[in-house]
Each structure stands twice: as C-alpha cells, then as structure tokens.
C-alpha cells in the first residue's frame, strides 16, 4: 500500500541533499537500528559504523524500531527542513531487515510523505528488493568496490549467505551476482539507485571505470566515489589513502560515463541536520558520552 510510483521516486530526488547537490537546506536523519552485517570488508572494524556508507567514528548507540520512532518524531518537531530517513547501519540495512521493516512501517503510518534511503553492501537485495518497493522505498544506495571476483576477493574476507561461510573468489562471486542482480530489479522498478565505491589504492583504482560503466549499464542514477579512512585493527590500516586530487581525477574521467557525487561528507550512521552539520548531539545521540 506504501509502494510508490516510477514518478513520485524520481521526484524525491529533488529534495534528497545526497542525490541532488542543489537540496543542501535539506536535512536528513539517520536512525542507527541495524547493527549486524553478514560480510566482512577488509577495510571494517565492526566496532566502528559502517565505513561503506559512514565515517568510522566512535560507536553509535543501537536503537530499536520504537526508540527510532521517538527520535524520528522529535527531530521532526524540531527541523522543518528534514525531508529524508535513512537507514546506514552501523552494519548492514539488510542484515537486519525486521527491525528495519518495522523501523519504517511505524514511520510511514506516522508521516505519508518523508523519503525513505537505506545504504546496502547488497548481498540480500534479491531477496529483500521487492519488500523495499512496498514499503515505499525509493532510494538505495549499494556499495560496489569491484565487478571483478578476482579483485573483490582482495576486498572482502569473508561472505556468510544462507547459513554458510564463503571465502575468497567463492564469496566474492556470490556477493557480485547478488549485487547486480539486486540493483537490476531495484532500478527496474523505478527505486534510484546511488553506488557508493571505496577507492583502494593498488586494489581497485584503476578498476573503477569498469565499475562504473557496469552500474550505468544498470541503470543507476549516480555514483560517490569515496576516499578510504583507514581504520586501525582492520586489514588495510596500512593501505595509502587516495587524495582528495586523485579522487576527483577519477569522479571526473568517470562523470563521462555517469553522473558523479562529490559532496559526499562520509557520515556516522545515526547523523543529524544538512550534510556537513551534525545535531546529533542536540538531537538525540549520545555520541557526547560514548568514546571509543
Ligand atoms: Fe543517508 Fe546515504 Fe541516504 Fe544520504 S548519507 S543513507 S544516501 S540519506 Fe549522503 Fe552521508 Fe555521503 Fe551517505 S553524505 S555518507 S552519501
Ligand atoms: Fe563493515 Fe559495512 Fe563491510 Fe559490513 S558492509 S563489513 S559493516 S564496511
């Protein structure tokens, strides 16, 4: 009943402050009601937010889909600009889809209109694409750092699907397949679709226009290529960071291909207000308290 129309998606975008850089007095909240994620990332510390979407600061407090509600309708109250709900783990969206179902069934009961984003690395989008569209979903953002198992196995240590353990080129495989033909069905039903890719030097940066050129073919609506933050204890907290100039080097031989983010400010998982400000203090969090 919430499912919502090719149109009325596309149209969101215009006040969604990361699909479209001109909706900047537009706020977003994240609600950080996702805390397990069923892959490993080399470049993750579980501890730290999701460093697909968010910048690995100090651990954000789990809430639960009513704890989540709350915090919605208070900062709701308190900024009129807010236009956008989104779900960025800690982990994973997906690997946590009950509470991230209910966390946005109570929403939309509560408010017809507010844009629901969740971010994905995208293994159980086939399973879960269909679900999105009916609860009125209309933005996805799904983390593709390679469409090549031989280099996402560089990427990922491990990937855990339907009760078992995968490794290596295997788990890459599955993750791959699973990633585009995910967003195929999410694009296919008129869901917008941003592509989040971390640029490992060595690893994966030279084998980011074919990336891209694969999510074009998808039909996604942009890709944020993003600088890696190295995180200490995680595999590659020794790999060099790519600069701002050689990631802008790439968004720019890549915005040939397809539309090109580069305001993204790399937020925690339960961020407040416009990008680049962050009222989660004020607002609700307790990231004042919690060091890591
Ligand atoms: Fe949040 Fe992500 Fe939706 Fe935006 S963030 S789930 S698409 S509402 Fe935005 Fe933040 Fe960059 Fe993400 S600036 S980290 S791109
Ligand atoms: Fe970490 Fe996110 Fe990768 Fe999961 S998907 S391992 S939370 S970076």
Same mark, same amino acid.
């Given at each position: 009943?919430?499912?919502?129309?090719?149109?009325?998606?596309?149209?969101?975008?215009?006040?969604?402050?990361?699909?479209?850089?001109?909706?900047?007095?537009?706020?977003?909240?994240?609600?950080?009601?996702?805390?397990?994620?069923?892959?490993?990332?080399?470049?993750?510390?579980?501890?730290?937010?999701?460093?697909?979407?968010?910048?690995?600061? #100090? /651990?954000?407090?789990?809430?639960?889909? *009513?704890?989540?509600? $709350?915090?919605?309708?208070?900062? +709701? &109250?308190?900024?009129?600009?807010?236009?956008?709900?989104?779900?960025?783990?800690?982990?994973?969206?997906?690997?946590?889809?009950?509470?991230?179902?209910?966390?946005?069934?109570?929403?939309?009961?509560?408010?017809?209109?507010?844009?629901?984003?969740?971010?994905?690395?995208?293994?159980?989008?086939?399973?879960?694409?269909?679900?999105?569209?009916?609860?009125?979903?209309?933005?996805?953002?799904?983390?593709?750092?390679?469409?090549?198992?031989?280099?996402?196995?560089?990427?990922?240590?491990?990937?855990?699907?339907?009760?078992?353990?995968?490794?290596?080129?295997?788990?890459?495989?599955?993750?791959?397949?699973?990633?585009?033909?995910?967003?195929?069905?999410?694009?296919?039903?008129?869901?917008?679709?941003?592509?989040?890719? #971390? /640029?490992?030097?060595?690893?994966?940066? *030279?084998?980011?226009? $074919?990336?891209?050129?694969?999510? +074009? &073919?998808?039909?996604?609506?942009?890709?944020?290529?993003?600088?890696?933050?190295?995180?200490?204890?995680?595999?590659?907290?020794?790999?060099?960071?790519?600069?701002?100039?050689?990631?802008?080097?790439?968004?720019?031989?890549?915005?040939?291909?397809?539309?090109?983010?580069?305001?993204?400010?790399?937020?925690?998982?339960?961020?407040?207000?416009?990008?680049?400000?962050?009222?989660?203090?004020?607002?609700?969090?307790?990231?004042?308290?919690?060091?890591?």
């Amino acid at each position: 009943k919430n499912m919502l129309s090719k149109e009325t998606m596309l149209e969101k975008t215009k006040t969604h402050p990361c699909y479209n850089c001109g909706a900047h007095e537009h706020a977003r909240i994240h609600l950080p009601i996702a805390p397990r994620c069923n892959i490993q990332c080399n470049y993750c510390v579980r501890k730290f937010d999701c460093p697909n979407e968010s910048r690995p600061g #100090v /651990t954000t407090t789990i809430l639960t889909p *009513e704890e989540a509600f $709350e915090r919605f309708k208070v900062v +709701k &109250e308190k900024l009129p600009n807010l236009s956008v709900v989104g779900i960025a783990g800690p982990g994973d969206a997906l690997a946590n889809f009950d509470e991230t179902k209910k966390t946005l069934q109570i929403i939309r009961d509560y408010d017809p209109d507010i844009t629901f984003c969740l971010s994905t690395n995208g293994l159980m989008l086939p399973l879960y694409a269909q679900e999105l569209v009916d609860l009125g979903v209309s933005h996805v953002t799904v983390t593709v750092n390679a469409v090549d198992p031989k280099i996402g196995a560089k990427v990922y240590k491990y990937v855990d699907y339907m009760g078992m353990h995968f490794i290596g080129e295997t788990a890459a495989a599955i993750l791959l397949t699973n990633q585009l033909n995910g967003i195929k069905l999410l694009t296919s039903k008129g869901i917008v679709c941003k592509i989040n890719i #971390v /640029t490992l030097k060595g690893i994966n940066d *030279e084998h980011i226009p $074919e990336v891209v050129a694969k999510m +074009k &073919e998808l039909d996604c609506y942009m890709t944020n290529i993003m600088q890696l933050i190295p995180v200490k204890g995680s595999a590659f907290e020794d790999l060099p960071m790519a600069s701002q100039v050689e990631i802008n080097k790439i968004r720019k031989n890549c915005g040939e291909t397809m539309k090109q983010m580069y305001h993204c400010k790399q937020c925690r998982a339960d961020a407040i207000g416009i990008l680049g400000e962050d009222l989660s203090i004020e607002l609700g969090s307790c990231r004042g308290k919690c060091s890591p």
